[in-house]
C-alpha cells in the first residue's frame, strides 16, 4: 500500500491550498484517515482525521479554516486549508488505517507535502 500525497507549496497569509492524499495498492477497506503536520524543530501533530462513516475531528490549530473530506471510491482524502497563517506552514503528512484483508489492519503514511504561507 503507498500514500501519495500532494497539493503543498507556496501560498501568501490568508490564501487557500487543498491538499490530496491517494491510497493505492492492495486494500480491502480504509478506516480512519488523518492529516498531520510537522514545522521546523517541533514535532509532529495531528491536524485533523476523518473515519470510513465520516465522523470529522480536529485539533484546535485547524478549527474553523481547515476541512478534511474524503472519496471512500477513490481512496482519497483531501485537506482544504483556508486563510492560511504563516503558523501552518510545514510539511503535511496523510496517514490511513489500511486494511489489507479482513484481519489486517495496517497504519500507513504518505511522504509528506511542504506548505509554505508567507506573511
Known amino acids: 500500500v503507498q500514500l501519495q500525497a500532494s497539493g503543498g507549496g507556496l501560498v501568501q497569509a490568508g490564501g487557500s491550498l487543498r491538499l490530496s492524499c491517494a491510497a493505492s495498492?492492495?486494500?480491502?477497506?480504509?478506516?480512519?484517515m488523518e492529516w498531520y503536520r510537522q514545522a521546523p524543530g517541533k514535532e509532529r501533530e495531528l491536524v485533523a482525521g476523518?473515519?470510513?462513516?465520516?465522523?470529522?475531528n480536529y485539533e484546535d490549530s485547524g478549527k474553523g479554516r481547515f476541512t478534511i473530506s474524503r472519496d471512500n471510491a477513490k481512496n482519497t482524502v483531501y485537506l482544504q486549508m483556508n486563510s492560511l497563517k504563516p503558523e501552518d506552514t510545514a510539511v503535511y503528512y496523510c496517514?490511513?488505517?489500511?486494511?489489507?484483508?479482513?484481519?489486517?489492519?495496517?497504519?500507513?503514511w504518505g511522504q509528506g507535502t511542504l506548505v509554505t504561507v508567507s506573511s
Open positions: 496517514s490511513a488505517e489500511v486494511m489489507t484483508g479482513p484481519q489486517y489492519e495496517y497504519t500507513y
Open positions: 495498492g492492495t486494500i480491502f477497506r480504509i478506516n480512519d
Open positions: 476523518i473515519t470510513s462513516g465520516g465522523f470529522r
